[in-house]
């Protein structure tokens, strides 16, 4: 096996995978000496399906581990592993390894793929082609998952179970978007229906009054909070004894009460009590009670209180209207332990023809014959991830073995979301920032000049996100919070760009050179802004004290800034030498010294191992 070989990127030796022989050797290097241990998935520009697959515990990072398996894992599958030196998403189709089970599979795979996609040369498989075949397969009966949706089934009537099933139960995803049915939803289907079935068998038992029960159920559920508030109002009438006129509403309150519109005094009267308390606590059958009630009131006495406490009944005691609501106890328990499942949007007749058929059978034999493909629906996916890991797999190793991407410009690193172009310039490494205060607070770290932009898909849109890009030639000319600019993605699909903030830092070895004149010039210019603003207030006070009427008129050779002797009074500050017109520089770098590009990627969420944290101190 090959030495490793280490190159030189931002000033610290790191190891550089170039072909199947460095990658091997990639557990070799302790993770320390790793550029980074991890990264967020949505940081990381390449095939969404490849990170997908070595991400596959959704953790939402990739991490050491898990790019070591990934190559373990290739590895027992590819035969000629010179091929990850092109990078490419095509390859021979005997260059996957048949000696194993899993590789005959993966080549058998490539065989039907190219097959059934009708491919000019058989010999070669392609990503493109298997994701071709995927998205087509993924829309047929038999693509592995277990769902059936109604469209892929030939019969009318299994159609119309399968979509009333969803329609109680829900549905499931199938491989091709579709929603469907899967053993689980049809297993629920079935077993709750038949307890619907035999909920339903009892509800003629449980109804005390026949078909009037639920009418008059209804009442007593409306009439119930007043009912209740009346007997409360009678026990404080008891308790604290006040006379009953104490409760009613004086003649003023009465008359204010008449000047309101017909929508309040109806708000008052639903919050008035039903009736005029009493100490007795019961309530007079015959009994004037509250306006707004009054036909429910009655409707509530005739049809359900005289019939379920006797014709003769005359008044109403809290224990009254309890025994009342007692009657409809068994129905009430009966209603709770109806299934959650809205069986009743099918009825009785369907629901029994559904059970009773041969429909949910002909569902489970669909189901049956789409996971019978699951095996060979597996090899597809493992293809496809082969291929993927043969293009990305190198690519996304040196995005954390090392950052060489970033130190070579025909290179595009993995972190690199497109170019922003503005004020006659285009700016690369653009990376996605989720939360820019938190960026900027590392990314100062690499005193590099920063542009923050938002990224907008239309005029007057929302922002699509965030981004930074780094000015590292030139001057800043007209850059500044506010301008427009064009910011075109990897997929050259362009957006409008607005700049939100820039970090000032020197952007070239002229600038960085000239940054302390620069400030003391500022810090001159502002203390010149000052003295005159301070002149400007000395010679307004004079000339308001020479005016006609004010003082001697400005005789006074010490008022007109004359001395006896005739010598001008100086004003101002001492002449200031300025700096010299040009400076030396050894020679032309694109950068300033100690520019930390790490920090930028640190910033976006990237866990550095100890061989970045030096690149992150070197800058502090």
């Given at each position: 096996?090959?030495?490793?070989?280490?190159?030189?990127?931002?000033?610290?030796?790191?190891?550089?995978?170039?072909?199947?022989?460095?990658?091997?050797?990639?557990?070799?290097?302790?993770?320390?000496?790793?550029?980074?241990?991890?990264?967020?998935?949505?940081?990381?520009?390449?095939?969404?399906?490849?990170?997908?697959?070595?991400?596959?515990?959704?953790?939402?990072?990739?991490?050491?581990?898990?790019?070591?398996?990934?190559?373990?894992?290739?590895?027992?599958?590819?035969?000629?592993?010179?091929?990850?030196?092109?990078?490419?998403?095509?390859?021979?189709?005997?260059?996957?390894?048949?000696?194993?089970?899993?590789?005959?599979?993966?080549?058998?795979?490539?065989?039907?793929?190219?097959?059934?996609?009708?491919?000019?040369?058989?010999?070669?498989?392609?990503?493109?082609?298997?994701?071709?075949?995927?998205?087509?397969?993924?829309?047929?009966?038999?693509?592995?998952?277990?769902?059936?949706?109604?469209?892929?089934?030939?019969?009318?009537?299994?159609?119309?179970?399968?979509?009333?099933?969803?329609?109680?139960?829900?549905?499931?995803?199938?491989?091709?978007?579709?929603?469907?049915?899967?053993?689980?939803?049809?297993?629920?289907?079935?077993?709750?229906?038949?307890?619907?079935?035999?909920?339903?068998?009892?509800?003629?038992?449980?109804?005390?009054?026949?078909?009037?029960?639920?009418?008059?159920?209804?009442?007593?559920?409306?009439?119930?909070?007043?009912?209740?508030?009346?007997?409360?109002?009678?026990?404080?009438?008891?308790?604290?004894?006040?006379?009953?006129?104490?409760?009613?509403?004086?003649?003023?309150?009465?008359?204010?009460?008449?000047?309101?519109?017909?929508?309040?005094?109806?708000?008052?009267?639903?919050?008035?009590?039903?009736?005029?308390?009493?100490?007795?606590?019961?309530?007079?059958?015959?009994?004037?009670?509250?306006?707004?009630?009054?036909?429910?009131?009655?409707?509530?006495?005739?049809?359900?209180?005289?019939?379920?406490?006797?014709?003769?009944?005359?008044?109403?005691?809290?224990?009254?209207?309890?025994?009342?609501?007692?009657?409809?106890?068994?129905?009430?328990?009966?209603?709770?332990?109806?299934?959650?499942?809205?069986?009743?949007?099918?009825?009785?007749?369907?629901?029994?023809?559904?059970?009773?058929?041969?429909?949910?059978?002909?569902?489970?034999?669909?189901?049956?014959?789409?996971?019978?493909?699951?095996?060979?629906?597996?090899?597809?996916?493992?293809?496809?991830?082969?291929?993927?890991?043969?293009?990305?797999?190198?690519?996304?190793?040196?995005?954390?073995?090392?950052?060489?991407?970033?130190?070579?410009?025909?290179?595009?690193?993995?972190?690199?979301?497109?170019?922003?172009?503005?004020?006659?310039?285009?700016?690369?490494?653009?990376?996605?920032?989720?939360?820019?205060?938190?960026?900027?607070?590392?990314?100062?770290?690499?005193?590099?000049?920063?542009?923050?932009?938002?990224?907008?898909?239309?005029?007057?849109?929302?922002?699509?996100?965030?981004?930074?890009?780094?000015?590292?030639?030139?001057?800043?000319?007209?850059?500044?919070?506010?301008?427009?600019?064009?910011?075109?993605?990897?997929?050259?699909?362009?957006?409008?760009?607005?700049?939100?903030?820039i970090v000032d830092n020197p952007i070239s070895v002229k600038q960085a050179a000239f940054a302390p004149f620069r400030r003391a010039a500022a810090a001159i210019s502002s203390k010149i802004e000052r003295y005159v603003a301070?002149?400007?207030?000395?010679?307004?006070?004079?000339?308001?004290?020479?005016?006609?009427?004010?003082?001697?008129?400005?005789?006074?050779?010490?008022?007109?800034?004359?001395?006896?002797?005739?010598?001008?009074?100086?004003?101002?500050?001492?002449?200031?030498?300025?700096?010299?017109?040009?400076?030396?520089?050894?020679?032309?770098?694109?950068?300033?010294?100690?520019?930390?590009?790490?920090?930028?990627?640190?910033?976006?969420?990237?866990?550095?191992?100890?061989?970045?944290?030096?690149?992150?101190?070197?800058?502090?």
């Open positions: 096996m090959t030495e490793m070989r280490f190159r030189n990127f931002g000033g610290i030796h790191q190891f550089m995978v170039s072909n199947e022989d460095d990658l091997a050797r990639i557990d070799d290097l302790d993770p320390a000496r790793w550029a980074a241990t991890s990264a967020p998935l949505s940081d990381l520009h390449c095939d969404p399906a490849f990170l997908r697959y070595i991400d596959h515990e959704t953790t939402g990072r990739v991490r050491v581990a898990q790019i070591i398996e990934a190559r373990d894992w290739l590895f027992s599958r590819l035969g000629q592993r010179d091929v990850l030196r092109k990078r490419v998403e095509a390859i021979a189709v005997t260059a996957i390894d048949d000696k194993g089970e899993a590789g005959a599979g993966l080549r058998a795979a490539a065989e039907r793929v190219n097959r059934e996609q009708k491919v000019a040369d058989a010999k070669v498989i392609t990503v493109a082609d298997v994701q071709a075949f995927k998205g087509a397969y993924a829309k047929l009966l038999s693509n592995g998952d277990g769902v059936v949706p109604a469209e892929v089934v030939p019969e009318e009537d299994v159609q119309g179970f399968i979509k009333d099933v969803m329609e109680v139960v829900g549905g499931t995803p199938d491989r091709g978007g579709t929603n469907g049915v899967d053993a689980d939803r049809l297993k629920l289907f079935v077993t709750q229906g038949k307890v619907w079935q035999e909920w339903r068998a009892k509800g003629a038992a449980a109804k005390p009054w026949g078909d009037d029960t639920e009418a008059a159920l209804a009442l007593v559920r409306e009439m119930d909070p007043k009912l209740e508030a009346y007997f409360i109002h009678c026990e404080l009438l008891r308790t604290e004894a006040p006379s009953p006129e104490s409760l009613r509403l004086k003649d003023d309150d009465l008359r204010a009460l008449r000047l309101k519109a017909i929508g309040e005094i109806e708000l008052f009267l639903q919050g008035a009590p039903l009736s005029a308390p009493r100490v007795d606590g019961a309530l007079p059958l015959d009994a004037s009670v509250n306006e707004l009630y009054r036909d429910r009131f009655e409707a509530l006495r005739d049809t359900v209180i005289r019939r379920a406490l006797g014709a003769g009944a005359t008044a109403l005691s809290r224990a009254d209207w309890r025994k009342v609501k007692a009657t409809f106890d068994g129905y009430t328990a009966w209603e709770k332990a109806k299934p959650a499942e809205p069986f009743d949007k099918l009825g009785d007749d369907k629901m029994k023809a559904y059970l009773d058929g041969g429909l949910p059978a002909k569902v489970e034999a669909y189901i049956a014959l789409d996971l019978a493909a699951a095996k060979e629906i597996g090899q597809i996916d493992d293809l496809e991830k082969l291929l993927l890991y043969v293009r990305w797999l190198i690519e996304l190793v040196n995005n954390f073995v090392n950052f060489s991407a970033i130190y070579m410009p025909k290179q595009t690193a993995l972190v690199e979301a497109g170019s922003l172009v503005i004020d006659g310039r285009r700016l690369d490494f653009c990376l996605k920032v989720a939360n820019r205060a938190a960026h900027k607070a590392v990314a100062v770290l690499s005193n590099i000049y920063l542009v923050y932009v938002e990224v907008l898909e239309k005029e007057g849109g929302a922002v699509v996100y965030q981004l930074m890009a780094p000015v590292t030639g030139g001057e800043a000319g007209r850059l500044r919070v506010g301008k427009r600019g064009l910011f075109i993605d990897l997929k050259d699909k362009e957006y409008d760009a607005i700049v939100t903030e301070t002149a400007r207030a000395s010679q307004g006070v004079a000339m308001q004290a020479r005016a006609p009427g004010q003082g001697d008129g400005g005789r006074n050779p010490r008022r007109s800034g004359r001395h006896p002797g005739g010598n001008r009074r100086r004003r101002g500050p001492r002449t200031v030498t300025p700096p010299p017109a040009t400076l030396r520089r050894r020679g032309p770098r694109d950068r300033p010294p100690g520019l930390n590009p790490n920090s930028l990627i640190l910033g976006r969420g990237m866990a550095l191992a100890d061989i970045g944290a030096v690149l992150t101190a070197s800058s502090a």
